[in-house]
């Protein structure tokens, strides 16, 4: 059962346009929601994270939206360059309960910034 | 600073060597984490230490062996591989297992081809 739903599973966007990469989950207990980003050949790196207790994060440009409501969280990437293509991951984790802080990733989205 | 180092880089074994990935830390993160990832795939939760102590075992193959020296190292011994086992083995730490201190930092992984 994935805890984590990503979309899309790819996205093209041109050069200076908004990337936007959605996610949802189930879990009511997930208090924590990271984005990290991965290059071909590299380990993930820590984006931009958010805690429930805000709607909103920005880092630069990089924006997390969160929608405690709806369990649903995106990042938006502003002003989109041919150097941010590279594969997004979205998680979730929580540090109540069993589950002792361990990551949920979503599938992944590969992003392609065209020049 | 926020780096998690791992060596080798590269590592190609036959099924029936012995092998061992290293992994190292200076942050004074209590907790690491090993990960196995598959070409366009999420992470996958192999195994977590917490004050030097196993926590989490994900049901991984006892070809698997991980070990935690001291607080800063990090070593996964591999024996009698399959060729399936293939794939970018990354290491991880956060300051505390589970907590408000849960930010994980990745290593740039270990690529692993077993023939």
């Known amino acids: 059962q994935q805890q984590v739903k990503q979309s899309p599973q790819s996205l093209i966007v041109q050069k200076g346009g908004i990337s936007i990469i959605n996610c949802a989950y189930e879990n009511t207990a997930f208090d924590y929601f990271p984005w990290y980003q991965q290059f071909p050949g590299k380990g993930p790196a820590l984006l931009i994270a958010i805690r429930p207790d805000v709607s909103e994060k920005k880092e630069g440009r990089f924006t997390i939206s969160f929608n405690k409501s709806a369990k649903q969280f995106s990042l938006h990437i502003m002003d989109s360059q041919p150097g941010d293509s590279a594969t997004y991951f979205c998680?979730?984790?929580?540090?109540?309960?069993?589950?002792?802080?361990?990551?949920?990733f979503g599938r992944g989205t590969q992003l392609t910034v065209w020049p | 600073d926020t780096e998690v180092t791992q060596t080798p880089k590269h590592l190609v074994m036959g099924m029936t060597n012995k092998k061992s990935l290293k992994c190292e830390q200076h942050m004074g993160h209590r907790a690491m984490y090993w990960y196995k990832q598959k070409a366009k795939k999420p992470p996958e939760l192999m195994f977590v230490y917490s004050y030097e102590k196993l926590s989490i075992n994900e049901s991984v193959p006892s070809r698997f062996s991980p070990e935690c020296p001291n607080s800063s190292l990090l070593n996964l011994h591999l024996h009698a591989l399959q060729p399936e086992d293939s794939a970018l083995y990354l290491c991880a730490s956060s300051a505390r297992q589970g907590t408000v201190q849960s930010e994980q930092y990745f290593g740039p992984g270990t690529r692993l081809t077993v023939t």
């Open positions: 998680a979730a984790s929580s540090v109540r309960g069993s589950t002792l802080g361990r990551l949920y």
